[in-house]
T-cell receptor
Framework: DGGITQSPKYLFRKEGQNVTLSCEQNLNHDAMYWYRQDPGQGLRLIYY???????QKGDIAEGYSVSREKKESFPLTVTSAQKNPTAFYLC???????????FGPGTRLTVL | GQNIDQPTEMTATEGAIVQINCTYQ??????LFWYQQHAGEAPTFLSYNVLDGLEEKGRFSSFLSRSKGYSYLLLKELQMKDSASYLCAHYNQGGKLIFGQGTELSVKP
């Protein structure tokens, strides 16, 4: 079955630690996106990648880093520089010839 | 600039009809989306409007007026499972998808 997966679903980290969130898709989509969602708010774009080995900052990239070494994978690292990392993180992918973005199930990160 | 506004929350009765409005301002327009999101889950696609008018898809319909910067999502024959957050989003001129804050819909028996 084609789809987009994120792991883990729930993640806890201690303050000051870096943590990496996984996002994998087997839809053969060129573009991938990372969003952050806080309670009662819409999605805000962190980073996006339109092609392998290339990525761009979104609106709230500070304290985050990404890589796009493979078409299928777009991991997001939340660094200790991110002041308020506790949030729901959503990954999405999109085909070049389509307007719809497909979302993964999300990872809820809690910093203790 | 890019602004997109929708009501924070709405309440409706099972079996009724509800309309969720969305207004937007953008220097470039390339289509408007509606997504449904249940708590703790991923948004799922409902509709995409790029031309003016009403598009119907079962119990859900979406309307767009580009001249007014206005869209609405119409939900008919409401069911309890329709209780969710409804997100309005549009592409800006730079090709990024910009989301509204979402409208939390509560369906009561």
């Amino acid at each position: 079955d084609g789809g987009i997966t994120q792991s883990p679903k729930y993640l806890f980290r201690k303050e000051g630690q870096n943590v990496t969130l996984s996002c994998e898709q087997n839809l053969n989509h060129d573009a991938m996106y990372w969003y952050r969602q806080d309670p009662g708010q819409g999605l805000r774009l962190i980073y996006y990648s339109q092609i392998v080995n290339d990525f761009q900052k979104g609106d709230i990239a500070e304290g985050y880093s990404v890589s796009r070494e493979k078409k299928e994978s777009f991991p997001l690292t939340v660094t200790s520089a991110q002041k308020n990392p506790t949030a729901f993180y959503l990954c999405a992918s999109q085909s070049g010839g389509d307007n719809e973005q497909f979302f993964g199930p999300g990872t809820r990160l809690t910093v203790l | 600039g890019q602004n997109i506004d929708q009501p924070t929350e709405m309440t409706a009765t099972e079996g009724a009809i509800v309309q969720i409005n969305c207004t937007y301002q953008t220097s470039g327009f390339n289509g408007l989306f509606w997504y449904q999101q249940h708590a703790g889950e991923a948004p799922t696609f409902l509709s995409y409007n790029v031309l003016d008018g009403l598009e119907e898809k079962g119990r859900f319909s979406s309307f767009l007026s580009r001249s007014k910067g206005y869209s609405y999502l119409l939900l008919k024959e409401l069911q309890m499972k329709d209780s969710a957050s409804y997100l309005c989003a549009h592409y800006n001129q730079g090709g990024k998808l910009i989301f509204g804050q979402g409208t939390e819909l509560s369906v009561k028996p």
